[in-house]
């Protein structure tokens, strides 16, 4: 389940930060290697509330005194804390309160593959929209995207009668 995350996340955190120095690939990054890292036995370590807190931490404290540097970096604990949120990671209590939980932690529980491709549609939906939003069929707009990860709404144009 990537396009889920990867399409939700930066317009989510847009909407809410209004930030128009955070990288927003970091964002991305964020909030989709949770899901990729699923494929390697030990790192269900993200989807605890400790992982992204422990990410801000070191981003803030290795940062210390480089603000550009942390408003770079704060991208991926934000992403962090958006996959959290989107996966709907605190169902699984145990998991996303370690270590103070019981100790034991489950496997990952599945999605019935028909929520699995509605969400994934939804999440394409909505790449579009921050497509067409941010202005990204725009060449220059897209190089300076990919170039610093930021992002600006587009002007809408104007409409004459």
Known sequence: MLLWFAGLAPPAVAAVFAS??????FVVAGAVLPSVAL???GLWIMGSVLFPIGVMTAVMVGGWG?????RRWLG???GFFCHLVLDGAWVRTEAFWWPF???EVAGVGLRAVWLLVVME???AAALWWS????GLADANRRRDFLR???LAVAPRPSRRR
């Open 20 to 25: 128009r120095g955070l990288d927003y690939r």
């Open 121 to 123: 549609l939804i999440g």
């Open 66 to 70: 480089r603000r550009l540097v942390q």
């Open 148 to 150: 610093t990860g930021r």
């Open 76 to 78: 991926l604990p934000i």
């Open 39 to 41: 494929v390697v036995d």
């Open 131 to 134: 497509w067409r939003r941010f």
């Open 101 to 103: 939980g019981s100790g």
